[in-house]
DNA sequence: TTTTGAGTTGTTCGA
DNA sequence: GTCGAACAACTCAAA
């Protein structure tokens, strides 16, 4: 029994981690360690970097003050520490991104050379990518089916808490610097808090959650996204305390669950899917770009489009690096049919700003949104931001949270400022009709449908 | 093997 | 004001 390395990427938790249990069996002393990559790190937001960093404080506190940080690339860095510990084997939970996959693979053969073994234990998922099937072997293209296979196949009971290890103690590179937030409140972020929030929302929300989940001027979400996204619980936890809280909100809640198992399964068959439109007919479709499209995206991201449920979320998305997820629909939908600008560009906003940025739940979204993914959206399908707006905030409390300048436009006239009798001073009037460009939308396609 | 019906999240139009 | 139909085309499962 040597040391060996527990390589945190986005499992940033001590409970239900069979990766760290497979290091513990295996080893006497445990190096954990986080390798803070550039190629990763860079290209996210102030917000979601933050987010990291705090998560990873969180980890660290947990871990007794022994999580190793080193910042660079992961091939020399993972070799280097495991050389340098001692240690045969590295464990990892598998990643199942384009990147990640990569990177691992180039992990492992670096390791290797050194007599050093990489073990994968795990994933961030239920049910690892690949695993649900057709019964003829093909993967699933439409969720309902690929739900119930799923729900077919099961999940593991959730890992045992580890065994009171001994952590090696090593000096790592110091914690970055967080980065300027500018006034932006983020979530807590650690385990703990991943575990209250959770605890809490099973408690008050999840019974209502399949009629809550739509109001976002109610706190009718879990707002698990982030922890989800890193790793901080593990949704077999969540499957496995829903299993005995049945209500309609609980059984919601694990199809919203499935949905990110799902999306991360699409991605795994598609790698391409990230930013390539799956479908090659929607996909072709005409959209705006060039320079003189940028006013109108910057209005979008700046939230200043003159519709305010549209800028509510906008603004949320800057305020706090997240955003409820109807209004992710809503703002996708306006920037895709109403300024007719291709899905990418908000995908890659969106995972730019979103704490809980996930290539596969974010860009399959906005896929779906668009009418070009795989079990999409039909395209005849566009939300009308006002009606929208109406529905799922019929009070405008939502609207006037993130929109100072409507504050005193009571109830739900604040989602037509354009009817008042006085122009709200600072708010912008509607960029865009929406009713022309619903039906410049619905020709744009039958252009695309009728080329194909 | 073939057929049939259903499929996350919506809106508009006309009766 | 309310209500059902129409808005495609394709995937999948069950009959």
């Known amino acids: 029994m040597g040391k060996s390395v527990l390589w945190f990427r986005r499992d940033l938790r001590l409970a239900d981690n069979p990766a760290l249990l497979a290091a513990a069996e295996s080893a006497r002393v445990v190096q954990p360690l986080f390798v803070l990559d550039p190629t990763l790190y860079d290209q996210a937001g102030p917000p979601r970097q933050a987010y990291l960093l705090r998560s990873l404080r969180a980890l660290d506190d947990a871990l007794g003050g022994h999580l190793l940080l080193r910042h660079g690339d992961p091939v020399r860095q993972v070799v280097e520490v495991a050389k340098r510990a001692g240690a045969d084997q590295v464990h990892i939970a598998a990643d199942y991104g384009r990147y990640g996959v990569r990177r691992d693979a180039a992990v492992e053969k670096a390791l290797a050379e050194d007599g050093i073994t990489l073990h994968r234990t795990g994933s961030p998922y239920a049910v690892a990518p690949g695993r649900v099937r057709k019964p003829d072997g093909t993967p699933y293209r439409v969720f309902t089916p690929f739900s119930r296979a799923w729900q077919e196949h099961g999940w593991r009971r959730p890992a045992d808490l580890p065994p009171d290890l001994e952590y090696a103690r090593t000096k790592g590179d110091p914690f970055p610097d967080e980065p300027d937030l500018d006034g932006l409140t983020l979530p807590e972020a ?136 109807r209004l992710r629909m809503i703002t996708a939908s306006f920037l895709v049919k109403d300024l007719h600008l291709a899905w990418q560009r908000g995908a890659e906003h969106f995972l730019h700003y979103l704490i809980d940025g996930d290539v596969a739940s974010n860009n399959h979204g906005w896929q779906w949104t668009a009418g070009t993914g795989t079990d999409a959206a039909p395209y005849f399908r566009v939300f009308n931001p006002t009606l929208q707006g109406k529905k799922v905030d019929p009070d405008g409390e939502y609207v006037r949270r993130w929109v100072p300048e409507l504050r005193d436009v009571p109830g739900p006239a604040v989602h037509e400022p354009w009817k008042l009798r006085q122009p709200v001073p600072g708010y912008p009037a509607p960029i865009v009709d929406h009713d022309a460009e619903r039906k410049e939308t619905l020709r744009r396609y039958e252009k695309a449908r009728g080329r194909s």
């Open 190 to 325: 650690g385990e703990r808090a991943a575990l209250a929030r959770w605890a809490d929302f099973a408690d008050t929300a999840l019974a209502s959650y399949d009629t809550d989940r739509d109001r976002p001027d109610r706190p009718g979400t879990s707002r698990l996204s982030p922890a989800l996204k890193y790793g901080e619980l593990h949704p077999r936890t969540l499957l496995a305390d829903l299993a005995h809280r049945r209500s309609r909100g609980a059984e919601v809640f694990r199809n919203e669950i499935c949905w990110r198992e799902f999306y991360a399964d699409v991605l795994h068959h598609n790698p391409a899917s990230a930013w390539e439109s799956l479908d090659p007919v929607t996909g072709g479709i005409e959209v705006d770009g060039g320079p003189e499209t940028d006013d109108a995206f910057d209005a979008w991201a700046n939230g200043r489009t003159g519709y305010p449920i549209v800028d509510a979320g906008m603004r949320q998305l800057l305020s706090v690096g997240w955003m409820h997820n």
